[in-house]
């Protein structure tokens, strides 16, 4: 596996969460931030068991390279 971490949330505190990461062997992404546990969203959301459901604040989607205009690669 190939992952390349595409970008970090630069307003998280102490450089955490969340994170995007892309894997170039599968050509998917991986969405790193907290998990929603709050009953009601989850049934509004209604994932099934073997999915996890969180959280993503919009401003991370400028990581994303189809946002941005440019390819999957690693952070600077």
Do not use: C
């Amino acid at each position: 596996m190939a992952l390349h971490r595409l970008g970090k949330d630069p307003e998280s505190p102490n450089g955490g969460s969340p994170t995007v990461w892309y894997d170039d062997e599968t050509d998917q992404y991986l969405l790193q931030g907290n998990t929603v546990t709050d009953p009601a969203r989850l049934a509004e959301v209604n994932a099934p068991a073997h999915e996890t459901v969180i959280e993503f604040p919009r401003r991370m989607m400028q990581f994303f390279p189809e946002v941005n205009g440019g390819q999957p690669g690693r952070d600077q």
